[in-house]
């Protein structure tokens, strides 16, 4: 038994070493490790990444513990789930079934729901692309009551029909999981099979991805990496999520390897034609526009054109889980981030490793220490301010404590600034920070956000 132990000692120390070795020999690869791990250190991040290039992968590492209790690491084969990334596989089952000759994106939602109202005027292409008007459960005033209740499509369905339309479907883009829990109910519709069951056998069996699936909450999942949150800067478990819910929106699971997989077959016709590709990767409602830069949303994919570099992505968010898969199709270079933290700073984390991969200046995470101060200043900073393009930001002082927000959201979803100095503040929750300015009388004129990307707002 001694020999035994002393030799999976061995192996283990001679895999570590060369996982080391690999790191250090790729500037790359040595780098993005370097930033993950302070992410990881600082108690920003846990997960997994992959990192590749022209079909080669240059890190694929687990960072941090897929069991917090436990003690239990993560590795490149936990398991995490998708959120919203779920939506480009459910997508990806709707373009198969036009292919079979079963749907059109073009069919009116009447044609499988024939009394939705305005059922008619809705399509599976308004469906797709968030334009279809339909409201999204998930911003119900008591979803945080829903969401622990079983439940299925049907029934979330007949929730969704007595809401009115937000919108003239195909006018706006507004970001909707119902119009996602609806194509999932059409899959099985058409199918004659469960959304499980149709994801196995037309997308997961096919390209080999053995460890995806359905996130049922009361099946053992074998290296199922356990969702955190955090409260007040202290990580706790997330709350409960009764997975029934999410469906096509955001129920499945899968591992970075996986994933991979799954980028590897998007540049193939493994499960559909290059047309049918084409038109889950196209540019059909914008989402946001800031400047020249541009994100559109495509089927299930998020269409970004980083001013001369074209991203195809899509961000997931669920309670004790955040995730990214970012591809640089032109550049053959892809970025998957799957976290059990739902509160790690997603995009920046994936601004940094684009950064890297593009050898571009890119900011290393530090830690930060608070000071303290006279309660009476925080005044100063209190208020309302806006850039061009992004919601207003709300400054906030409750019980001698600092703030900030977006508008409408301040007993909804807030975070504690956290003072570093006079007109540098920081919160625990996530690596971002918020600087204000002041003019020469001494009073704050603006603050700028930093986090992916910095965003300087006015104060109003």
């Known amino acids: 038994m001694t020999h035994k132990l002393i030799f999976s000692g061995l192996l283990l120390a001679m895999l570590s070493f060369v996982i080391i070795k690999s790191i250090w020999a790729n500037p790359y690869a040595h780098k993005i490790n370097q930033y993950m791990q302070a992410q990881t250190d600082l108690g920003w991040f846990s997960g997994a990444i992959l990192v590749a290039k022209d079909g080669k992968i240059i890190l694929s590492k687990g960072y941090g513990m897929a069991n917090y209790e436990l003690d239990v690491p993560n590795t490149t084969s936990a398991k995490f789930k998708l959120a919203s990334i779920s939506k480009q596989f459910t997508a990806m089952g709707i373009m198969q079934l036009q292919e079979r000759g079963l749907l059109s994106v073009n069919d009116p939602l009447s044609k499988f729901i024939p009394d939705f109202p305005h059922g008619n005027e809705i399509t599976l292409h308004h469906l797709l692309t968030h334009s279809s008007g339909i409201f999204s459960y998930t911003s119900l005033p008591d979803w945080n009551t829903l969401k622990i209740q079983p439940t299925n499509p049907a029934a979330i369905i007949e929730l969704v029909k007595t809401k009115p339309l937000e919108f003239t479907p195909g006018k706006k883009f507004s970001y909707s999981n119902s119009g996602y829990v609806i194509l999932t109910y059409i899959i099985e519709k058409v199918s004659g099979k469960t959304y499980e069951e149709f994801m196995q056998e037309n997308i997961f069996k096919p390209l080999g991805m053995n460890e995806s699936g359905y996130a049922h909450n009361s099946t053992i999942l074998k290296k199922r990496a356990s969702g955190y949150s955090k409260d007040n800067g202290i990580l706790k478990n997330a709350a409960y999520l009764d997975m029934s819910g999410p469906s096509g929106a955001g129920g499945l699971y899968s591992t970075v390897e996986d994933m991979y997989k799954w980028d590897r077959a998007l540049y193939t016709e493994k499960l559909i034609h290059k047309k049918s590709l084409d038109a889950m990767m196209q540019s059909h409602m914008p989402c946001?526009?800031?400047?020249?830069?541009?994100?559109?949303?495509?089927?299930?994919?998020?269409?970004?054109?980083d001013c001369d570099l074209l991203c195809i992505t899509h961000e997931g968010g669920i309670d004790g889980f955040s995730t990214n898969i970012i591809r640089y199709v032109d550049n053959n270079i892809a970025i998957i981030i799957l976290s059990?933290?739902?509160?790690?700073?997603?995009?920046?984390?994936?601004?940094?490793?684009?950064?890297?991969?593009?050898?571009?200046?890119?900011?290393?995470?530090?830690?930060?220490?608070?000071?303290?101060?006279?309660?009476?200043?925080?005044?100063n900073y209190v208020g309302s301010y806006k850039d061009e393009v992004g919601p207003e930001i709300i400054i906030f002082k409750q019980n001698n404590k600092l703030y900030i927000t977006n508008k409408g959201y301040e007993e909804k979803v807030k975070f504690l600034l956290r003072p570093?100095?006079?007109?540098?503040?920081?919160?625990?929750?996530?690596?971002?920070?918020?600087?204000f300015i002041k003019n020469d009388a001494g009073i704050i004129t603006?603050?700028?956000?930093?986090?992916?990307?910095?965003?300087?707002?006015?104060?109003?």
């Open 288 to 305: 946001t526009t800031e400047g020249e830069c541009k994100e559109h949303y495509g089927y299930g994919f998020i269409i970004n054109r």
């Open 340 to 379: 059990n933290f739902d509160f790690s700073s997603i995009g920046t984390i994936s601004k940094a490793l684009t950064d890297i991969m593009f050898d571009k200046p890119y900011r290393m995470p530090k830690k930060h220490i608070e000071i303290t101060l006279d309660p009476s200043l925080l005044d």
């Open 420 to 435: 570093e100095s006079e007109t540098d503040f920081f919160h625990t929750e996530m690596d971002s920070t918020v600087s």
């Open 446 to 460: 603006d603050l700028i956000l930093h986090q992916e990307k910095d965003i300087q707002a006015k104060k109003l």
